[in-house]
């Protein structure tokens, strides 16, 4: 994919289906407040998956400690939305 500007409408789609990749159990229960500790799995494994889909998809770089402060929805969206 090129490196393409998306709105912040467009960004929380590419996010919902991020985390429904990574959490397939949990699609159709997607909220933007769910936070690490709701989800079954979400492990330092799955957290690398979010981290890197989210970097590859964005085409964008999240730095170690970013990463490590993300444990919602939300807080990949608003990574994403200060990296591009």
Known sequence: MSHVI?????IKIEIEK????????????FAWDKHQKDYEGWDSFAQLQLITVAEEFFEIEINLDDAIKIKSAQDLFDCVKSAT
């Open 6 to 10: 998306l709105n912040n409408d467009e």
């Open 18 to 29: 991020i985390f429904s990749q990574v959490f397939p159990s949990f699609e159709g229960d």
